[in-house]
């Protein structure tokens, strides 16, 4: 960058007109008890090269660029995870994205933790583009190979990579046999060969190497306990020479940490195995920094145990370390925690750049060996928004939760989030905004905070159905109100949808044959179920179906209920409102043939704590007579 050649000064000054300054406040960090000397707390950086090349810098606590593997290291990360593609280039040499993560590009990031004191986690994917369990492709060169020529192809690269990183100082702790291997690897889907002749291959390279580096195989989906299980199983079975059984962890999509931590326990004690976290990462925003979407943005519907902010994930890799040291886990890796916006001013300027350098997570060049879904969908970084570094790569305060996690890191008890307020009110009615809202405390802790709102609510509109928003103000955080006016109804369980029907009384007046809730969606008014009747008799049918409205406020109010049915002869059909046992209102009705549906209404008015029933009445005197209930409504009358 030019500006090096600047003064001092000069430096100063545009460090602080150009770098924003770092996230307030501190984050607090509860420390692991017990936590070992050894865990490992790592971070797979792999895309760093080519954002660097894109123009990324990286920016110290204090504001001042510094290489990123001497800033994670003096964050308290010991280890490197870098994944490794065979031949990740078109036939023009044109990089298909996602790092360009080649054998050479891995050695020169693997120099560069050695020479930070971080081991490195090799991950082969044994491929030359993306692995995971939608993705095995074997390499182009390997394509059509049987699987002992393909056992010695992956045997010999293996042992040839490895020497390369040997050749160059790099310290490799660990080997990765594959990315998310979940019944398929390189290409096959059987597991004798996927175990016995390919993994079993990549083993005993590794093994030649050096037989101190430990060996991991990875899986995803822990959720699926079973499917980790028998997997685990495939590899004894085969007898695979490995130490660690690696998994992902991904809050939004893996399932509970009490189960990770059940799984992993059981193949640690079953199978003797060291287990660890191989990939996990936490958005600290929504918001999107490159123009290109995030796997986790605004809109999707996600399972996040902790807030979207700088707090929220440093606590979410304090509890995931947490629970694999609480199992005696190897430790846990940070998935592309630097992989951040090579720009903030368009979508084309950042496209250049990812075509170019392949700093996205896919350049358009991929289509030649994944067009089905890189070849359409490639774009910039789908995780900016999870890295630990701003988009002007700035480190954000959650990466200090590394070297705070064994002794702690105190800071006042702030809120971090504060819940939205949901309120549903009906028309006509007042509304009443709440004195608290509930916060996410920076310790993970729940608590009510005083909230001061910026709007009388009583200024709002309730005559119609509409959506309102008041914001306020909690803990020095916005808060915001929703507030929905609905035509509300009063009725508990209206259409029968809900198996609980202890809220309908019915009386069978006549021994009436049939009185039931029934499933048949075409004799239904909404959804599918419905109260039903019918008698053969010659006496017809006769009866009442009726449920107490609870919580019904002093007013005004509209009650309706829908018929239809047939064959009634002499019929006397009506609905009806009691309020404290006396019958208030009625409204006749008649049944005439299927699905002509009938809604005899009722208006009324009530003081508060008054006992309302709304029901119906039904005396058919045909033989065979019939019909459908359904829909009982009590809103607010406003006309």
């Given at each position: 960058?030019?500006?090096?050649?600047?003064?001092?000064?000069?430096?100063?000054?545009?460090?602080?007109?150009?770098?924003?300054?770092?996230?307030?406040?501190?984050?607090?960090?509860?420390?692991?008890?017990?936590?070992?000397?050894?865990?490992?707390?790592?971070?797979?950086?792999?895309?760093?090269?080519?954002?660097?090349?894109?123009?990324?810098?990286?920016?110290?606590?204090?504001?001042?660029?510094?290489?990123?593997?001497?800033?994670?290291?003096?964050?308290?990360?010991?280890?490197?995870?870098?994944?490794?593609?065979?031949?990740?280039?078109?036939?023009?040499?044109?990089?298909?994205?996602?790092?360009?993560?080649?054998?050479?590009?891995?050695?020169?990031?693997?120099?560069?933790?050695?020479?930070?004191?971080?081991?490195?986690?090799?991950?082969?994917?044994?491929?030359?583009?993306?692995a995971d369990p939608s993705k095995q492709q074997a390499?182009?060169?390997?394509?059509?190979?049987?699987?002992?020529?393909?056992?010695?192809?992956?045997?010999?690269?293996?042992?040839?990579?490895?020497?390369?990183?040997?050749?160059?100082?790099?310290?490799?702790?660990?080997?990765?046999?594959?990315?998310?291997?979940?019944?398929?690897?390189?290409?096959?889907?059987?597991?004798?060969?996927?175990?016995?002749?390919?993994?079993?291959?990549?083993?005993?390279?590794?093994?030649?190497?050096?037989?101190?580096?430990?060996?991991?195989?990875?899986?995803?989906?822990?959720?699926?306990?079973?499917a980790y299980l028998n997997w685990a199983s495939k590899?004894?079975?085969?007898?695979?020479?490995?130490?660690?059984?690696?998994?992902?962890?991904?809050?939004?999509?893996?399932?509970?940490?009490?189960?990770?931590?059940?799984?992993?326990?059981?193949?640690?004690?079953?199978?003797?195995?060291?287990?660890?976290?191989?990939?996990?990462?936490?958005?600290?925003?929504?918001?999107?920094?490159?123009?290109?979407?995030?796997?986790?943005?605004?809109?999707?519907?996600?399972?996040?145990?902790?807030?979207?902010?700088?707090?929220?994930?440093?606590?979410?890799?304090?509890?995931?370390?947490?629970?694999?040291?609480?199992?005696?886990?190897?430790?846990?890796?940070?998935?592309?925690?630097?992989?951040?916006?090579?720009?903030?001013?368009?979508?084309?300027?950042?496209?250049?750049?990812?075509?170019?350098?392949?700093?996205?997570?896919?350049?358009?060049?991929?289509?030649?060996?994944?067009?089905?879904?890189?070849?359409?969908?490639?774009?910039?970084?789908?995780?900016?928004?999870?890295?630990?570094?701003?988009?002007?790569?700035?480190?954000?305060?959650?990466?200090?939760?590394?070297?705070?996690?064994?002794?702690?890191?105190?800071?006042?008890?702030?809120?971090?989030?504060?819940?939205?307020?949901?309120?549903?009110?009906?028309?006509?009615?007042?509304?009443?905004?709440?004195?608290?809202?509930?916060?996410?405390?920076?310790?993970?802790?729940?608590?009510?905070?005083?909230?001061?709102?910026?709007?009388?609510?009583?200024?709002?509109?309730?005559?119609?159905?509409?959506?309102?928003?008041?914001?306020?103000?909690?803990?020095?955080?916005?808060?915001?109100?929703?507030?929905?006016?609905?035509?509300?109804?009063?009725?508990?369980?209206?259409?029968?949808?809900?198996?609980?029907?202890?809220?309908?009384?019915?009386?069978?007046?006549?021994?009436?044959?049939?009185?039931?809730?029934?499933?048949?969606?075409?004799?239904?008014?909404?959804?599918?179920?419905?109260?039903?009747?019918?008698?053969?008799?010659?006496?017809?049918?006769?009866?009442?179906?009726?449920?107490?409205?609870?919580?019904?406020?002093?007013?005004?109010?509209?009650?309706?209920?829908?018929?239809?049915?047939?064959?009634?002869?002499?019929?006397?059909?009506?609905?009806?409102?009691?309020?404290?046992?006396?019958?208030?209102?009625?409204?006749?009705?008649?049944?005439?043939?299927?699905?002509?549906?009938?809604?005899?209404?009722?208006?009324?008015?009530?003081?508060?704590?008054?006992?309302?029933?709304?029901?119906?009445?039904?005396?058919?005197?045909?033989?065979?007579?019939?019909?459908?209930?359904?829909?009982?409504?009590?809103?607010?009358?406003?006309?």
């Amino acid at each position: 960058m030019h500006y090096r050649l600047i003064s001092a000064a000069l430096v100063l000054l545009f460090i602080a007109l150009v770098i924003p300054a770092r996230a307030e406040g501190e984050i607090f960090v509860e420390a692991i008890p017990g936590l070992s000397e050894d865990f490992i707390l790592g971070m797979d950086v792999s895309s760093v090269i080519s954002l660097e090349e894109s123009g990324v810098r990286y920016y110290d606590d204090d504001g001042r660029e510094k290489d990123l593997f001497a800033i994670l290291a003096s964050h308290g990360v010991n280890w490197i995870r870098v994944r490794v593609w065979v031949d990740p280039y078109d036939k023009n040499g044109f990089s298909y994205g996602g790092g360009g993560n080649d054998l050479a590009r891995a050695v020169a990031i693997g120099k560069r933790a050695t020479e930070n004191g971080m081991r490195l986690l090799v991950d082969f994917h044994y491929s030359d583009f993306w692995a995971d369990p939608s993705k095995q492709q074997a390499p182009k060169a390997w394509q059509g190979m049987a699987i002992e020529e393909k056992a010695e192809a992956v045997y010999r690269y293996t042992l040839d990579s490895l020497s390369a990183f040997r050749d160059n100082g790099v310290d490799v702790g660990m080997v990765q046999l594959g990315n998310e291997t979940n019944g398929c690897f390189c290409g096959e889907k059987i597991w004798m060969n996927i175990v016995w002749h390919l993994m079993g291959s990549a083993a005993r390279a590794v093994r030649e190497t050096d037989p101190g580096i430990l060996i991991a195989v990875h899986f995803a989906n822990p959720e699926n306990a079973d499917a980790y299980l028998n997997w685990a199983s495939k590899l004894a079975y085969y007898d695979l020479d490995y130490d660690v059984f690696a998994t992902s962890y991904y809050p939004y999509w893996h399932g509970t940490l009490e189960n990770l931590t059940s799984v992993l326990g059981q193949i640690k004690e079953k199978y003797g195995k060291s287990v660890m976290v191989a990939e996990t990462s936490y958005a600290w925003t929504l918001e999107d920094s490159d123009f290109s979407g995030n796997t986790i943005g605004e809109g999707g519907a996600y399972d996040h145990p902790w807030p979207f902010t700088v707090q929220g994930q440093a606590n979410e890799v304090r509890a995931v370390a947490s629970a694999l040291s609480s199992i005696g886990g190897l430790g846990v890796f940070y998935w592309e925690g630097a992989w951040i916006s090579v720009g903030t001013s368009s979508w084309e300027e950042n496209h250049l750049l990812w075509e170019k350098y392949g700093s996205g997570w896919a350049s358009s060049f991929a289509a030649e060996y994944d067009p089905a879904d890189a070849g359409k969908y490639y774009g910039g970084s789908a995780c900016d928004n999870q890295a630990m570094f701003d988009s002007h790569g700035q480190a954000l305060p959650s990466l200090s939760v590394f070297k705070y996690l064994r002794e702690g890191h105190a800071a006042q008890i702030v809120p971090d989030s504060v819940d939205d307020v949901e309120i549903t009110v009906d028309i006509g009615q007042d509304i009443r905004l709440p004195d608290t809202v509930s916060a996410v405390m920076n310790d993970n802790s729940r608590r009510e905070v005083s909230v001061v709102w910026d709007a009388d609510p009583s200024s709002l509109d309730t005559s119609a159905p509409a959506d309102h928003t008041v914001t306020g103000t909690a803990g020095g955080m916005q808060a915001v109100a929703n507030i929905h006016v609905v035509k509300y109804n009063y009725a508990r369980n209206p259409s029968f949808e809900d198996a609980d029907t202890s809220m309908w009384t019915c009386e069978d007046l006549r021994g009436t044959e049939q009185l039931y809730r029934e499933e048949k969606k075409n004799d239904s008014r909404t959804g599918t179920w419905h109260w039903h009747f019918y008698s053969a008799k010659a006496t017809g049918v006769e009866f009442t179906l009726e449920q107490k409205i609870e919580g019904l406020p002093a007013g005004n109010w509209v009650a309706g209920i829908s018929l239809m049915g047939g064959d009634a002869g002499q019929q006397d059909i009506r609905s009806y409102v009691k309020i404290d046992g006396e019958t208030v209102a009625t409204c006749p009705a008649v049944i005439t043939k299927w699905n002509e549906w009938k809604t005899p209404e009722v208006r009324f008015s009530c003081e508060e704590g008054q006992e309302v029933i709304c029901g119906v009445y039904v005396r058919c005197d045909g033989a065979g007579a019939w019909g459908k209930i359904d829909d009982l409504y009590v809103n607010a009358d406003v006309n």
